[in-house]
């Protein structure tokens, strides 16, 4: 999110923030580039503290019940993150209002077309493209005007999307470790996961064979 959309975010830094690779101080890029679980927490970590104190930083935690919960309600995931991230932009210009304001987005999936969603969350929308690589639009939030644009790899080409990509893995990997210490307190020796399908299946089996209630279960399995 910025309010000015001829602003490069990398140039406005540079050096001291910058690309992987870059040798800057501060690195912020798309989260699977510097992000490795040998290699731990600690390079998403300061790039998302160096930055903490900026006002359009926020996130939201969705837990699996609610998840599961919105799911059904809106009918798939796609839908549910793509309105959850337009809900939290709205909250963030109610927030920290201006006159105009620009918000980047990666897109989900392979959806192009955004207009009937972003109709939900702000008025006035306009199509301005809606091509293979970006899908952009005008709208209008009380007294903001907004230009809003879904990008395939934004998080690859713009520093605010690389860390909204970089704080959410964060809270992912730190919700997860916290998720297996706790089960390992019930069920010592247990092996760790990193929540992804193939290994979440053993995960879920050897819980299962170690004899966990099943409704146990069923409370951590994210629906598709």
């Not at 927490?41 to 996130?59: H, K, P, T, Y």
């Not at 959850?84 to 927030?95: H, K």
């Not at 080409?157 to 390992?184: D, G, H, I, P, Q």
Request: overall charge positive.
């Amino acid at each position: 999110l910025c309010d000015d959309p001829a602003v490069d975010l990398y140039a406005a830094l540079a050096p001291r923030v910058g690309r992987v690779g870059s040798g800057a101080e501060i690195i912020v890029d798309d989260s699977k580039r510097i992000f490795q679980p040998r290699r731990g927490l600690d390079g998403l970590r300061r790039g998302c503290e160096a930055l903490v104190d900026a006002a359009w930083q926020s996130f939201r935690l969705i837990d699996v019940p609610e998840f599961n919960r919105l799911v059904a309600q809106q009918g798939n995931k796609a839908h549910l993150l793509s309105r959850a991230s337009l809900e939290l932009a709205a909250a963030l210009l109610r927030a920290h209002p201006a006159q105009g304001a620009t918000l980047t987005f990666d897109r989900h999936g392979g959806r192009r077309a955004y207009g009937p969603l972003l109709s939900e969350v702000f008025a006035d929308v306009v199509v301005v493209e809606e091509g293979k690589k970006i899908s952009r639009y005008g709208a209008r939030l009380g007294e903001s005007r907004l230009e809003i644009a879904f990008l395939t790899r934004g998080d690859a080409s713009y520093l605010e999307v690389a860390l909204a990509s970089m704080r959410a893995k964060l809270e992912r990997e730190m919700a997860m470790k916290a998720f297996n210490e706790t089960w390992r307190t019930s069920f010592p020796g247990l092996r760790s996961t990193q929540g992804y399908p193939a290994d979440a299946k053993r995960f879920l089996g050897e819980l299962y064979l170690r004899g966990c209630d099943p409704e146990e279960l069923r409370a951590i399995i994210r629906e598709r």
